[in-house]
């Protein structure tokens, strides 16, 4: 099935600390959208981006839309314990409402 | 305003058997989405409906089918199951425009089948 590129993999860091995550696409989509997904439940979503260039923030959480429109980032400030998680980017294509495409996901710990 | 649910949580069957899952959407939600979890595979788009008609589909085979009703619940079936079919199942409902429509998603279903 089709994956887009999330990278880093997985990132180890202390409390405090600031994180970037990213996905690129080969596609061009209209909507980006950042999840977070505890073990055994469904992904909570963190921020949707609807236009290119758009830049969202959501208290600590700050995710940029790609001028080419394919690719999105995600920044985490002052990471905290409960940040812990997997962080996984969506795109979704133009006429294909509500098929979201995901990424590979970020696991993310943080360490007190 | 309570979350999209689904039911049951955990399940296991045996090859062969075939399963229903159901999912119930956030009130005035009329569009709901299924997908496939695996470690290898992700998170895989299974199928969406929008007032009881598919409108999208993934590349899933006939196995995997599903419905929704007129109060847009919907339940998604795998027939003939196969050891691969074990995963979390996840639902996603939203207010179904054509555009900008955010989805939001139930805790899923843990199927394991043997």
């Known amino acids: 099935g089709q994956q887009l590129n999330q990278s880093p993999q997985s990132m180890f860091i202390q409390e405090g600390e600031d994180v970037s995550m990213n996905c690129t696409s080969s596609?061009?989509?209209?909507?980006w959208l950042w999840y977070k997904q505890d073990p055994g439940e469904g992904p909570v979503l963190l921020i949707a981006l609807y236009k290119a260039g758009e830049l969202t923030s959501n208290g600590r959480l700050t995710a940029q839309f790609g001028i080419t429109r394919k690719d999105s980032f995600l920044n985490i400030s002052a990471s905290i314990p409960s940040d812990v998680g997997i962080y996984f980017c969506?795109?979704?294509?133009?006429?294909?409402?509500?098929?979201?495409?995901f990424g590979t996901g970020t696991l993310l710990a943080v360490q007190p | 305003k309570a979350g999209v649910t689904q039911t049951p949580r955990y399940l296991i069957k045996t090859r062969g058997q075939q399963v229903t899952l159901s999912c119930s959407p956030i009130s005035g939600h009329r569009s709901v989405s299924w997908y496939q979890q695996t470690p290898g595979q992700g998170l895989q788009f299974l199928f969406e409906?929008?007032?009881?008609?598919?409108?999208n589909k993934g590349n899933f085979p006939g196995r995997f089918s599903g419905r929704q009703f007129s109060n847009s619940r919907s339940e998604m079936n795998v027939s003939t199951l196969e050891l691969g079919d074990s995963a979390l199942y996840l639902c996603?409902?939203?207010?179904?425009?054509?555009?900008?429509?955010?989805?939001?998603f139930g805790p899923g279903t843990r199927l394991t089948v043997l």
């Open positions: 409906y929008f007032s009881e008609t598919q409108r």
């Open positions: 996603a409902s939203s207010f179904g425009g054509m555009s900008a429509d955010t989805q939001y």
């Open positions: 596609s061009i989509f209209n909507t």
């Open positions: 969506a795109g979704q294509l133009s006429g294909a409402t509500n098929k979201l495409i």
